[in-house]
């Protein structure tokens, strides 16, 4: 088990209050994951749509766990600056070219915290006529419950209401390339 002062000279200087996800408890979520959406698209087309830029290391382990056919893509939606706090503004920077009308759309999450960015989402995607539209999130704070207008279908953990980062998740654009999911210290 990873310990804070192992990733130390990770973190450029920024301490760790705790590992809060190990690597392998990531990787063993994340084959269920696989197999849990595997069972639940027994047929149609698959469109693995991640948010960028949080959810690109779990998209590209994720769907390495799907095993049926599939394509992926991206989207950019950009809602939180430097902060720490969401600010509610949801911008779409790039939007998928994949067709998305008549196939199954996966949209994959990194952390859900506010859920503005997800309802935004979900309303700007369902217009396109998918043949269903579901979310696969890696975290859920569980502040949003009353608030998202769908919820996330598939979710790797319930996570604790602390500020997280490591496995695509930023802390202003540092840490994303952390192998663990961790909260910082103050
Ligand atoms: P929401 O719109 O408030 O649900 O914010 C969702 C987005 O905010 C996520 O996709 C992340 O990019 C970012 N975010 C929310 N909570 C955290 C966190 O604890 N660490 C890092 N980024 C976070
Ligand atoms: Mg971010």
């Avoid at 569980?142 to 769908?150: C, F, P, Q, W, Y």
Wanted: charged residues 25%; negative net charge.
């Amino acid at each position: 088990m990873l310990q804070p002062a192992d990733v130390a000279h990770l973190m450029g200087g920024r301490k760790v209050a705790r590992i809060v996800y190990q690597p392998s408890a990531i990787a063993a979520r994340v084959d269920e994951l696989g197999e849990e959406i595997r069972q639940a698209y027994p047929d149609g087309e698959l469109l693995v749509l991640g948010l960028l830029k949080g959810s690109f290391i779990f998209v590209s382990d994720l769907v390495r766990a799907i095993e049926r056919p599939l394509q992926v893509d991206f989207i950019v939606a950009s809602s939180y600056g430097s902060e720490k706090v969401s600010s509610g503004n949801v911008r779409l920077v790039y939007d998928p070219e994949t067709r998305l009308e008549g196939k199954h759309i996966l949209l994959v999450e990194d952390i859900i915290d506010s859920g503005r960015t997800l309802n935004r989402l979900v309303e700007l995607l369902g217009a396109r006529k998918p043949k269903s539209l579901e979310i696969c999130a890696l975290l859920d704070k569980g502040l949003a419950d009353g608030v998202l207008s769908k919820q996330a279908r598939f979710l790797g953990f319930r996570a604790p209401n602390e500020f997280l980062v490591g496995y695509g998740l930023d802390h202003a654009e540092d840490f994303r390339h952390l192998p663990f999911v961790a909260s910082l210290a103050e």
